[in-house]
């Protein structure tokens, strides 16, 4: 559980709060959109203020039936983001969310980005582990079938579960063989699964303890909020909490978000409520 982040450990056991950063014209969400230098910057400011670890860039919304961007245009839009915000803000972490390998490249080698937050699983872009490799750097694994423009249609599965943990087991397997040490995994909320797929595997997200990897869990503001609440993104943010809060407690280490103070709090108020848990226990064997 423990990852290697630009040479400083990392124990997945803290949970940590991501910050999104979409510098996209059509992200889902519109308040996320950062589409110049002074949005990017008061976004950034805004994470690392709050108290988020993680800086996520993305430069090609993946909501259902989005835009294609070329690769020049993502790759021109993650780069200006990171050069400014490592400019202004040396120690933060960033991570960048993109399927294509030369994107996260760019932004690593060229930029100082530090991890790779790949929807894909490694699908859309069959150079993605070779590179995952050969920059060192964590490499975040989403399930995911099709891609962005399709996945909405590609929610068919014999046995739902049991093919989400072999989709992870073997690209874990092949990341090792190539030598990625530190990985992450997404469950992929919201991608490729109907309503209630989402919830029986946030219901059983405990299956992935045996992977024994730190978990990604992005709910933020997503359809499987504001649909059965019948709202809208904007009106998502209590259930975002609501469901944060089961993950932390079945075991996320990482919670992916639009809303960072609100996310900070959760963590916050469960690990405390998680700390007196363990004097209670502890209490218990000495009493006995």
């Known amino acids: 559980m423990k990852l290697n982040i630009n040479g400083d450990l990392w124990d997945g056991r803290r949970p940590l709060v991501m910050g999104i950063l979409n510098v996209t014209p059509d992200s889902f969400f519109a308040e996320s959109r950062c589409t110049d ?3 990017i910057l008061k976004r950034a400011e805004e994470i690392v203020s709050q108290g988020g670890k993680i800086i996520d860039i993305g430069g090609y919304s993946s909501r259902p039936g989005c835009a294609d961007v070329t690769e020049e245009e993502e790759i021109r839009r993650v780069t200006t983001a990171t050069n400014l915000i490592k400019k202004e803000f040396s120690n933060a ?7 294509r390998s030369n994107v996260a490249k760019a932004a690593i080698k060229d930029c100082g980005a530090d991890i ?3 929807i894909s699983g490694g699908e859309m872009d069959p150079k993605m582990f070779e590179t995952a490799a050969e ?9 995911m079938k099709g ?5 909405t249609q590609n929610t068919q599965y014999t046995d739902f579960k049991k093919e989400v943990l072999t989709y992870f087991a073997e ?12 990985i992450i995994l997404d469950p992929g909320f919201g991608f490729s699964k109907t309503l209630e797929q989402n919830y029986e595997l946030l219901d059983d997200m405990e299956c992935f303890e045996s992977f024994h990897l730190p978990i990604l869990v992005g709910f933020s503001r997503k359809r499987m909020i504001w649909q059965l609440l019948e709202s809208t993104p904007e009106g998502s ?17 990482i919670l992916r978000v639009h809303d960072v103070k609100e996310a900070v709090e959760t963590v916050k108020i469960y690990e405390k409520m998680k700390s007196c848990s363990s004097s209670k226990e502890s209490f218990s064997y000495s009493y006995i």
């Open 93 to 99: 972490i960033i991570s960048i969310d993109t399927f």
């Open 237 to 253: 943010l209590n259930g975002t909490t609501v469901l944060d809060t089961i993950a932390l407690q079945k075991g996320a280490s």
């Open 147 to 151: 891609n962005p423009q399709n996945m």
């Open 37 to 39: 230098e002074t949005a």
């Open 171 to 182: 690209r874990v397997n092949r990341l090792r063989l190539l030598g990625v040490n530190d």
């Open 116 to 118: 790779i937050n790949d």
């Open 135 to 143: 920059l060192k750097v964590p490499y975040i694994l989403m399930h």
